[in-house]
């Protein structure tokens, strides 16, 4: 696989391929051509054959992709073979939404962990998953070997949180806390915030 030198953008089209294979696995496409995949997701089929070529030939020339099998393939590129056991912290409005919306866990992705500062304090729609303390933290992720978390509480607490999940084992942060964490290197951060995508909204009708 030679995926050392894969532009950022390419890797993050990838999930756009998984799960556009996945519909149309649904509906009982076999073969999908780089046309057909492209204009399903308004990217050039340029594009698409350039970013699956990063990975290896998988389709034919006039023929096109094997949906299964790109499929398979592209799985195991993004990981998702893993079945992911992922921790939360912050169990809110926000953590709440991530932990019960089933399409995660459809993709590998188990947010089956949740840890707050109050779980006692928790309201909300939490029953069935236990809600640990905070002093469970280091027993959660070594005991079940995590490597991916989520956060989710406010800013003012994230880098602590960050550097306690780092510390007891975590390797890659989804952080939705509005503040940019000071992390090692090799620690992967992917910083989300929902209100950018609104705010571009709002600029483009005002300009
Ligand atoms: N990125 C986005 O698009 C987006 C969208 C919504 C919210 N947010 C951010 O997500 C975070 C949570 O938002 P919310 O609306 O769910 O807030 P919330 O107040 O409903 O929930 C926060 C939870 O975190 C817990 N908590 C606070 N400090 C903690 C700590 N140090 N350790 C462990 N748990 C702690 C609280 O007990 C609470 O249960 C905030 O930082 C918010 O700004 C981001």
Avoid: C
């Avoid at 050392?4 to 953008?9: E, G, L, N, Q, V």
């Avoid at 990217?43 to 096109?64: A, C, H, M, N, W």
């Avoid at 500062?117 to 309201?123: F, L, Q, R, S």
């Amino acid at each position: 696989m030679k995926n050392i030198t894969t532009p950022t953008t390419t890797i993050e089209r990838l999930p756009l391929y998984y799960r556009y294979l996945e519909k149309v696995n649904s509906e009982g496409i076999e073969v999908i051509s780089s046309k057909q995949l492209g204009d399903g997701l308004g990217i050039p089929s340029t594009q698409v054959r350039k970013d699956l070529s990063y990975y290896g030939e998988f389709g034919r020339r006039g023929v096109g992709y094997e949906v299964d099998v790109l499929m398979k393939n592209l799985k195991k590129i993004l990981g998702l073979n893993n079945n992911w056991e992922i921790v939360l912290v912050g169990a809110g409005n926000l953590g709440q939404a991530l932990v019960n919306y089933g399409g995660f866990k459809k993709l590998g992705l188990n947010i089956n962990y949740v840890l707050d500062i109050a779980p006692d304090e928790i309201e909300g729609n939490l029953d069935e998953i236990e809600i640990y303390p905070m002093e469970k933290l280091n027993e959660v992720i070594r005991d079940n070997n995590i490597k991916i978390a989520i956060i989710a509480v406010p800013a003012e607490g994230a880098q602590e949180v960050a550097n306690k999940l780092i510390d007891s084992g975590v390797e890659a942060i989804w952080n939705f806390a509005p503040t940019h964490l000071k992390l090692p290197e090799d620690i992967k951060v992917r910083d989300e915030d929902l209100s950018i995508g609104l705010i571009s909204l709002s600029y483009y009708l005002s300009n």
